[in-house]
């Protein structure tokens, strides 16, 4: 009984996902590495942060566990919680890895990193809307040239709206949550729907020939590929496509600055950047 509601399970989990993930092929993997890569899933923390090298999301870090032996120690938010979980599920030795560090210290409570949340410093922020499409959750609000906000309460800290503002406007803030098993698996839960709602959102509009809202975000790069079905940008070609664009907002910003006010510093950076910008 137990193996038949185990099947039904993965079988929920792991149908109807957006198409980001079309070409992970897990409805035609066997059913004990489809359970493996559903539980595995379940246990991370649902940031979609990207942390562990896979930009696009948790789902993708519990397939490659399951199937490329990917270290299962690479989830920074998770931390070593998450890290002994997963080596649990794959039948690996708890004691082998110790997960990713992270820049925030330990929670005493979870064991885990403390969780932060983003929080845009309103008379700052000048409309230009970058932030809100690289939210995976869309927590963040609001349209061209008004200021925008972000639902604390939807936040999952994942740090990805700081780089696309060109103002640094956008702060990180820690919380203090102390969360059961179960509200913790309630939260992931719903943070995982509503990363797949936004990535089938993001897919009808990319799809939509009247669109003409620049691709901004490397999920969004998979995404345009996935819709105009050309899957074949790599991930090396959507990190350097992303990192060559806040290579270039922050080459803007150094300008600007210099424009006002020479600064050897500033310079020495400025030209390192360009530097960079040139070999990508």
Same mark, same amino acid.
């Given at each position: 009984?137990?193996?038949?509601?185990?099947?039904?399970?993965?079988?929920?989990?792991?149908?109807?996902? #957006?198409?980001?993930? *079309?070409?992970?092929?897990?409805?035609?993997? #066997?059913?004990?590495?489809?359970?493996?890569?559903?539980?595995? *899933?379940?246990?991370? #923390?649902?940031?979609?942060?990207?942390l562990c090298d896979h930009a696009d999301g948790c789902l993708p870090y519990a397939v490659a566990i399951a199937l490329d032996n990917e270290p299962h120690n690479k989830c920074v938010p998770g931390g070593q919680p998450v890290t002994d979980t997963i080596a649990q599920i794959i039948n690996a030795d708890i004691t082998t890895l110790s997960a990713e560090s992270s820049k925030w210290p330990l929670d005493s409570h979870s064991q885990r990193p403390v969780e932060v949340r983003a929080v845009i410093r309103e008379d700052d922020c000048i409309g230009c809307t970058k932030c809100i499409p690289a939210c995976p959750v869309d927590a963040i609000v609001g349209t061209g040239k008004h200021m925008h906000t972000i639902f604390t309460d939807l936040c999952t800290g994942c740090e990805l709206c700081i780089a696309p503002c060109p103002v640094d406007c956008i702060d990180l803030v820690t919380v203090e949550l102390t969360l059961s098993m179960p509200e913790r698996t309630l939260e992931q839960d719903d943070l995982r729907q509503r990363y797949h709602t936004h990535l089938n959102r993001v897919s009808e509009q990319?799809?939509?020939?009247?669109?003409?809202? #620049?691709?901004?975000?490397?999920?969004?790069?998979?995404?345009?590929?996935?819709?105009?079905?050309?899957?074949?940008?790599?991930?090396?070609?959507?990190?350097?496509?992303?990192?060559?664009?806040?290579?270039?907002?922050?080459?803007?910003?150094?300008?600007?600055?210099?424009?006002?006010?020479?600064? *050897?510093?500033?310079q020495a950076e400025l030209t390192a950047l360009q530097t960079e910008l040139s070999h990508l």
């Amino acid at each position: 009984m137990h193996s038949t509601t185990s099947k039904n399970s993965s079988h929920i989990r792991l149908t109807n996902l #957006p198409i980001l993930f *079309d070409t992970l092929d897990i409805e035609r993997l #066997p059913a004990d590495i489809q359970e493996k890569i559903t539980r595995i *899933d379940a246990s991370l #923390p649902q940031t979609q942060c990207g942390l562990c090298d896979h930009a696009d999301g948790c789902l993708p870090y519990a397939v490659a566990i399951a199937l490329d032996n990917e270290p299962h120690n690479k989830c920074v938010p998770g931390g070593q919680p998450v890290t002994d979980t997963i080596a649990q599920i794959i039948n690996a030795d708890i004691t082998t890895l110790s997960a990713e560090s992270s820049k925030w210290p330990l929670d005493s409570h979870s064991q885990r990193p403390v969780e932060v949340r983003a929080v845009i410093r309103e008379d700052d922020c000048i409309g230009c809307t970058k932030c809100i499409p690289a939210c995976p959750v869309d927590a963040i609000v609001g349209t061209g040239k008004h200021m925008h906000t972000i639902f604390t309460d939807l936040c999952t800290g994942c740090e990805l709206c700081i780089a696309p503002c060109p103002v640094d406007c956008i702060d990180l803030v820690t919380v203090e949550l102390t969360l059961s098993m179960p509200e913790r698996t309630l939260e992931q839960d719903d943070l995982r729907q509503r990363y797949h709602t936004h990535l089938n959102r993001v897919s009808e509009q990319l799809a939509d020939s009247s669109n003409s809202r #620049p691709v901004v975000s490397m999920v969004e790069a998979k995404l345009n590929n996935a819709t105009s079905l050309s899957l074949n940008i790599s991930e090396e070609q959507a990190k350097n496509t992303i990192a060559a664009a806040k290579l270039r907002t922050k080459i803007k910003k150094l300008e600007k600055q210099l424009s006002v006010r020479a600064n *050897d510093s500033k310079q020495a950076e400025l030209t390192a950047l360009q530097t960079e910008l040139s070999h990508l």
